[in-house]
């Protein structure tokens, strides 16, 4: 079922040389439990980010 | 008693004043002079802009919160800066204009000990003719850089909206309106959060959006690109934004120099050289953004605001400004305490400090033309920096000899969560983080940056957050119990 994702590209296009997520991926963007999971790791990530930046 | 004045309550004044007022209790005096009576949550100013959120859930008052703190607030614009004082006092002062209804034009002079510029940009609509004049905003397109601005956009969009829904086809052109224009990322957020809103409306099919950049290459965002720790790969920025607009099937325009807007159409130059133009229903164009425009004077009253600022209007500080080539740009050329070297007791934070050069490589056109992003100073730097220069001061004021804290743009990172759309569980941004955001090839050979600290990723969680920061930064803005805990 990829070729959903996929009808809007045309060949030469400069939508054509970039990737260009499949169903799984899309899925996963909007699946809550990953999103809970992915959403503490930003968080920590976030919190490293601005600890490092401090001085 | 010694006092400080912070020109500017946005994001950078607004942090420094409330910090410094917090810090210095009512030993000394804290003064903010900023032409605007309200404060505003830019960022959420894109869900403004696509009728996602009201203009009210994006501002509040600042005079009772400045009441409450002890702050003492001055609704007007400083115009001139006289940093020896003047014949018959060495006390420094700036000169303010009230912008508040009860004096409009009034002025005065208000000396300082400790002078903060936190002014931000002035959104140069004018470069570039047709975008709009000295009064700002033209008539041909919209913007969000404001609350206003921003509520117009989404009226415009609306109506875009109901043509459609007749029938009707709409050319979407969002991105920035000169070559030298800063700040793609508003940009790049507000044309995901444009398609996410037809999208809902049912009208996605009668759209076409495209992107209009002054970059190279998409991702650029005025940081010569970042590359992210994903999937097992060093992977682009280019590959990361390209998908993101090819996904939503969204056309770009790279290299653009919009060096003209007319009634539904824009005319620019590219990289190439090559002059083309664009039409357009509904464009979104971000200005330039240049200093606010000081004058500064001698105690003798002669100009010296080229000592003091860089001709883009913008303050020098302890910066490399002669680094010369793009080969010899270090991350040393940037600054680290935000003083300027001429005046010991005047910082700049946020955007109103003129950066030594730009990030990304400087690019022309053959015809000569400059075409490539500005240097960003979002939120996050720009609140580093304003704490920072706080802290500097008050130790001073306390006895230090010399600035006691840095916030250097080569050595703090930056986080950017771009909303691609609103909703608890349809809703998703992309989270990027940057470290740092000065690349540093020799630290990081190859990428400059930290792939430890350097991610990017797309989803409902960085949507989360960005609804999250919404609430959690007009909370500290406001003061409200446990503001100090919540990181800039
Ligand atoms: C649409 C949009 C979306 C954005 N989204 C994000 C985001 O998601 N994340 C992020 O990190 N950054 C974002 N940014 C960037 C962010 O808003 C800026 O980095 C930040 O506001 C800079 O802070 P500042 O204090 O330097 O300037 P500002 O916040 O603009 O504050 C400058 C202040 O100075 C005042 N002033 C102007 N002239 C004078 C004068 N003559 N005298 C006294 N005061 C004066 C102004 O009224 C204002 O209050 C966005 C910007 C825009 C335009």
Known sequence: ?55 | MARLVVMGGGVAGHTAATFAKKMLGSAHEVVVVTPNSNWNWIPSNIWVGVGGMSKEEVIFPLAPVYKKAGIDYRQAKAVAIHPEGKEGSDTPYIMIEYTDQTKPGQTEELTYDYLINATGPKLNFAATPGLGDANGLGEHTVSVCTADHAEHAAAELQKCIEKMKRGEKQTFLIGTGHGMCTCQGAAFEYIFNVEHTLKEAGVRDMAQIIFITNESFLGDFGMGGIHFNMGGFAMSSKVFAESLYAERGMDWILGAHVNKVEAGKVTYESLDGTMDEQTFDFAMLIPPFAGVGFKAFAKDGSDITATLFAPNGFMKVDANYNAGAYENWKPSDWPRTLQNPTYKNIFAAGIAFAPPHLISKPMSSPNGTPINPTPPRTGMPSAMMGKAVTMSIVDMIKGAPEPTHTACMAEMGAACVASAGKGLFNGTAAAMTVYPIVPDFETYPGTGRNLNGTTGELGLAAHWVKHILHFVFIWKAKLRPGWTLIPE
């Open chain 1, 1 to 55: 079922m990829a070729s959903k994702h996929l009808q809007h590209i045309d060949p030469y296009t400069p939508q054509f040389g970039t990737m260009i997520p499949l169903g799984f991926q899309k899925w996963l963007r909007t699946c809550v439990i990953y999103q809970l999971f992915r959403f503490v790791m930003i968080n920590l990530k976030m919190t490293v980010l601005i600890l490092k930046s401090h001085h």
